[in-house]
């Protein structure tokens, strides 16, 4: 080979050598973008965690309020119902209906 084929070859396998170190760099920028996307995404996550939790906790007392309210009503009126039984019986009548109509509420 002569020296002006010979640099020639050099040449080529440079450039080639060059493409191949370009996309190889490529490659781990774009493995580097995913790797920030997934980071980001799993941010956005913990981020949502919190509020899903506190949307959670709120529903929890506002269940518990609705039902311990519900069952005050119902002790007041079954006691209520008992005292009056003797005296009077339609109105005793009364509250259990209440109390039975409060059994069914949504």
């Not at 440079?14 to 973008?33: C, K, M, P, S, T």
């Not at 509020?51 to 309210?69: I, M, N, Y």
């Amino acid at each position: 080979m002569t020296t002006p084929q010979l640099a020639d070859a050099t040449g080529v396998t440079a450039a080639g050598l060059d493409n191949v170190i370009e996309v190889g760099g490529l490659r781990q920028r774009y493995g580097g973008f995913e790797a920030v996307r997934g980071i980001s995404l799993e941010g956005k996550e913990a981020r949502a965690r919190p509020a899903v939790t506190e949307e959670r906790l709120r529903f929890s007392r506002d269940l518990h309020d609705l039902v311990g309210h519900s069952l005050s009503a119902i002790a007041v009126k079954s006691e209520v119902a008992v005292k009056l039984s003797k005296a009077d019986p339609g109105r005793a009548a009364g509250e259990m209906e209440e109390v039975r109509g409060r059994r069914g509420r949504r």
